[in-house]
Antibody, heavy 119, light 108 residues
Framework: EVQLLESGGGLVQPGGSLRLSCAAS????????MGWVRQAPGKGLEWVSS????????YYADSVKGRFNISRDNSKSTLYLQMHSLRDEDTTIYYC????????????WGLGTLVTVSS | DIQMTQSPSSLSASVGDRVTITCRAS??????LNWYQQKPGKAPHLLIY???SLQSGVPSRFSGSGSGTDFTLTISSLQPEDFATYFC??????????FGQGTKLEIK
């Protein structure tokens, strides 16, 4: 059974930093494109970032480019999102997602972790 | 970036109704279009990929169609568990993989 379990969310002040983690199991992590999608409370979904299986290719939404860094540790089957210079508008639920390379869709989602940026 | 526009933004319907939600892309995305369902307090999950292919385990009352810029999600006979928010998402070319703004399906 595929499982994606996020951690690391919490309250942070504007301008601060936070690192999210996503522990994956039930599939071959190193072969899978992974990513993060976020959702402000009561709002729509926003793709944030994706990373190739090897970690050599990364992509970011314009809204986070230069502030967020996605990485992975295939030996630990864990995905990370390092967030810097956090803003009020980064207050959202962050979902870890697995991207299916054949059907080109996010076929598994974690339960999400809430990041609140507030002073 | 490719923009995705869903309509309507909300919809009221009754159990047993047939409902259709539309999604329009700002440029052709061929059939690189996915649909997700999200229930309150839960993560989204994949319903349909490649515009018309049903994800494993999804009931056959759900169907998708379209290509190019115009797509539809149809629920043939609404069941109580179908009341949720639905999102379309394009996966054409490289990221960003943009989502539509969502359609909230409510009980009439």
């Amino acid at each position: 059974e595929v499982q994606l379990l996020e951690s690391g969310g919490g309250l942070v002040q504007p301008g601060g930093s936070l690192r999210l983690s996503c522990a994956a199991s039930g599939f071959t992590f190193s072969n899978s494109i992974m990513g993060w999608v976020r959702q402000a409370p009561g709002k729509g979904l926003e793709w944030v970032s994706s990373i190739s299986g090897s970690g050599t290719m990364t992509y970011y939404a314009d809204s986070v480019k230069g502030r967020f860094n996605i990485s992975r540790d295939n030996s630990k089957s864990t995905l990370y999102l390092q967030m810097h210079s956090l803003r009020d508008e980064d207050t959202t639920i962050y979902y870890c997602v697995k991207f299916h390379l054949v059907i080109l869709a996010f076929d598994y989602w974690g339960l999400g972790t809430l990041v609140t940026v507030s002073s | 970036d490719i923009q995705m526009t869903q309509s309507p933004s909300s919809l009221s319907a009754s159990v047993g109704d047939r409902v259709t939600i539309t999604c329009r892309a700002s440029q052709s995305i061929r059939t690189y279009l996915n649909w997700y369902q999200q229930k309150p307090g839960k993560a989204p999950h994949l319903l349909i990929y490649a515009a018309s292919s049903l994800q494993s385990g999804v009931p056959s009352r759900f169907s998708g169609s379209g290509s190019g810029t115009d797509f539809t999600l149809t629920i043939s006979s609404l069941q109580p568990e179908d009341f949720a928010t639905y999102f379309c998402q394009q996966s054409y070319s490289t990221p960003p993989y943009t989502f539509g703004q969502g359609t909230k399906l409510e009980i009439k």
